[in-house]
């Protein structure tokens, strides 16, 4: 999507490192959320935020953290990363809770 | 029982054919529903957004809603090969932090020429 961009769009990492990716948009919306997509479980709700240092947890946060310092940027850090986390993560924005929300491409994320 | 239960297919169908893919829900308190296009290593692409019961249509696609049976599809009509992808269903409901998405696991669709 033209507004959203994530980084890294790929990485590898180990067992017990940190990992930081970053969405990024350009559409001024209030509303970010991150999501992890697996084979079976769909689309799952990790973190979300309703504004600048505004955030909440979803289904599945346990092991992720996020922050919002500004309104085009959201990150999510997996503070001590495990092979369970191996995951595509993605982005989505909305202008308000009774929007579509809009997707980036993913970030695809290994961990060995 | 999941919320959203979307059958996962994999759906194969000749290029031309019409496409029927569905989603049922449990919870009569959802308001929007939408659809969404995945193509592979992309991120899902909004096709269809109402919130009414009845049908939508744009171009080749109609959603349709029914509320009271708790059911929701999608037609692709003269389906193409640039159809293949997985589709994703969507639904919001109210709650006490404003409305929550929930989705369908995915619809697999291969259009065949």
């Known amino acids: 999507d033209a507004g959203i961009t994530q980084s890294p769009r790929h990485k590898v990492t180990e067992t017990g490192t940190p990992v930081t990716l970053r969405c990024h948009q350009t559409e001024n919306h209030r509303y970010m959320y991150w999501y992890r997509q697996d084979p079976g479980h769909g689309l799952r709700l990790i973190h979300y935020?309703?504004?600048?240092?505004?955030?909440d947890k979803g289904e599945v946060s346990d092991g992720y953290s996020v922050s919002r310092s500004k309104t085009e940027d959201f990150l999510l850090t997996l503070e001590s990363a495990t092979s369970s986390q191996t995951s595509v993560y993605f982005c989505?924005?909305?202008?308000?809770?009774?929007?579509?929300?809009?997707f980036g491409d993913g970030t695809r994320l290994s961990i060995l | 029982q999941k919320e959203v239960e979307q059958d996962p297919g994999p759906l194969s169908v000749p290029e031309g054919a019409i496409v029927s893919l569905n989603c049922t829900y449990s919870?009569?308190?959802?308001?929007?529903f939408m659809w969404y296009r995945q193509y592979s290593r992309k991120g899902p692409e909004l096709l269809m957004y109402?919130?009414?019961?009845g049908n939508k249509e744009d171009g080749r696609f109609t959603a349709q809603v029914d509320k009271s049976s708790k059911y929701i599809s999608l037609f692709i009509r003269d389906s193409q090969p640039s159809d293949s992808a997985t589709y994703l269903c969507a639904m919001t409901r109210t709650s006490n932090t404003g409305n929550q998405f929930y989705f369908g696991t995915g619809t697999s669709l291969t259009v065949i020429p």
């Open positions: 919870n009569s308190a959802f308001q929007y």
């Open positions: 109402t919130y009414s019961s």
């Open positions: 935020s309703y504004g600048v240092k505004d955030t």
């Open positions: 989505a924005i909305a202008y308000n809770t009774n929007q579509p929300q809009h």
